[in-house]
T-cell receptor
Framework: GQNIDQPTEMTATEGAIVQINCTYQTSGFNGLFWYQQHAGEAPTFLSYNVLDGLEEKGRFSSFLSRSKGYSYLLLKELQMKDSASYLCAVTDSNYQLIWGAGTKLIIKP | IAGITQAPTSQILAAGRRMTLRCTQDMRHNAMYWYRQDLGLGLRLIHYSNTAGTTGKGEVPDGYSVSRANTDDFPLTLASAVPSQTSVYFC?????????????FGPGTRLTVL
């Protein structure tokens, strides 16, 4: 079967760095997405990785290792507004998105 | 309109009633999707449409139907609502002609079936 695993919840301190991991087992791979979802709102696109390596976008970076079926989202200089759920999703061989259940990130002052 | 709109924002519905959730996008995206999101389960695909005039079943299609008469609109119908269909419903769209196929989401409809 197809499976995406992420931690259910993480806590971090304002100003710090946090890494949210995602491991996947899917039938084929055509890219990995990270989305941010604030409580009561829609998911919004953060990043896309299709090749191995690190993609940096401001305070957020996303890493992919296709051989290990692994990705992480790195958030630097955490702000209170970063409190949200972070969703990992993989495009499979049929170009359908398979979604993880999301990681709820709690930022403490 | 900019992006994707959904209506209604929220609805309380009696079991057995018929309900249509509306979704409209103005980005001329060819693909559209309906998801439901339940606590702890993440987003689950109900139905999708890769282009106007075609639809397909997702992971959890039972009890739901869709149509795609044109590019912009993708309504989701619950023929006879049941309490297990209580959920938050998100519509999304993407331009499958572009490589990354990033999906953009509407604001969601919170549906409660009693």
């Amino acid at each position: 079967g197809q499976n995406i695993d992420q931690p259910t919840e993480m806590t971090a301190t304002e100003g710090a760095i946090v890494q949210i991991n995602c491991t996947y087992q899917t039938s084929g791979f055509n890219g990995l997405f990270w989305y941010q979802q604030h409580a009561g709102e829609a998911p919004t696109f953060l990043s896309y990785n299709v090749l191995d390596g690190l993609e940096e976008k401001g305070r957020f970076s996303s890493f992919l290792s296709r051989s290990k079926g692994y990705s992480y989202l790195l958030l630097k200089e955490l702000q209170m507004k970063d409190s949200a759920s972070y969703l990992c999703a993989v495009t499979d061989s049929n170009y359908q998105l398979i979604w993880g259940a999301g990681t709820k990130l709690i930022i403490k002052p | 309109i900019a992006g994707i709109t959904q209506a209604p924002t929220s609805q309380i519905l009696a079991a057995g009633r018929r309900m249509t959730l509306r979704c409209t996008q103005d980005m001329r995206h060819n693909a559209m999707y309906w998801y439901r999101q339940d606590l702890g389960l993440g987003l689950r695909l109900i139905h999708y449409s890769n282009t106007a005039g075609t639809t397909g079943k997702g992971e959890v299609p039972d009890g739901y139907s869709v149509s795609r008469a044109n590019t912009d609109d993708f309504p989701l119908t619950l023929a006879s609502a049941v309490p297990s269909q209580t959920s938050v419903y998100f519509c999304a769209s993407s331009d499958k002609r572009q490589g990354a196929d990033t999906q953009y989401f509407g604001p969601g409809t919170r549906l409660t079936v009693l």
